[in-house]
């Protein structure tokens, strides 16, 4: 049961995971992600819920409805139907203002720009892995030992669309990120340290290299990550408790770390 739970808190620090390899080759990868279907059928069956309870009343009783009902109502009535497992306009839409608001944000700040002026045209990212690691068998772009889970040690690719907002990251949003996800997946409030967060640049983009960890009962989880923001934002994290020290390993790899063009 140990196990199974380091297991789950390692996935819960992780931004996310996807990517392809093979033991001591480059891994090259261009796959998209999107949105998790699971989540919008909950929310589509709370609206259909919403829906029935609002036609059993009389007319007269809608009309006297309080406003949080009216308002759930209008949501409802405003809602884009769900095709393929994404929302249509109104997320393109939120993602146009993000982005607007992202880089108003990075220029007040006097912060890197350089995603929003100029990012490449990258078609994904390459990086050596670990002779000892290989493709998980039971969860897509999750990469193990040949002795996982007794070493729990993981490597994580992720690779997402264009999002200015990342190159708003602090240490500060990143730990509040970490602790929030813990709470919200597993109920337990766990703190994570950061023990160091750098901008760098890879290849020419703007990037963050975030070493963290945090302590679970007697095992201490330590994550070595990179995030990369180019046209599109490339993620990979390496990870391992306090059983097995493959930091060296992990090092040598990230050093390998370059996008494609």
Request: charge should be negative; glycine fraction near 6%.
């Amino acid at each position: 049961m140990r196990g199974i739970k380091v297991k789950c808190l390692l996935m819960a620090l992780c931004a996310a995971a996807f990517v392809g390899c093979g033991d001591g080759e480059a891994v090259h990868t261009n796959a998209e992600v999107s949105e998790t279907e699971a989540a919008q059928s909950e929310d589509a069956g709370a609206a259909d819920e919403e829906a029935e309870i609002s036609q059993t009343g009389e007319s007269d009783e809608a009309e006297a409805r309080e406003p949080q009902e009216d308002e759930a109502s209008d949501m409802e009535e405003g809602a884009e139907p769900v095709t393929d497992g994404s929302f249509m306009a109104p997320v393109e839409m939120d993602e146009t203002l993000k982005n607007q608001l992202a880089e108003e944000l990075l220029q007040e700040n006097e912060m890197d720009t350089s995603v929003v002026e100029s990012a490449p045209v990258t078609k994904g990212c390459s990086f050596t892995l670990p002779e000892a690691f290989s493709e998980s068998e039971d969860i897509e772009g999750m990469y193990v030992t040949r002795r996982y889970p007794i070493d729990a040690s993981t490597i994580y690719y992720v690779e997402l669309g264009r999002d200015v907002a990342l190159q708003l990251m602090t240490e500060e949003t990143f730990k509040a990120q970490a602790e929030e996800n813990f709470r919200k997946e597993y109920g337990e409030d766990i703190e994570v340290t950061i023990d160091s967060f750098e901008s760098i640049r890879i290849d020419g983009c703007p990037a963050f290299r975030i070493l963290c960890h945090c302590q679970v009962g007697d095992t201490q989880i330590t994550q070595l990550e990179y995030a990369i923001n180019a046209d599109k934002s490339y993620v990979i994290t390496y990870s391992q408790t306090s059983d097995y020290d493959r930091m060296e390993e992990y090092e040598a790899s990230a050093e390998t770390i370059h996008l494609v063009f």
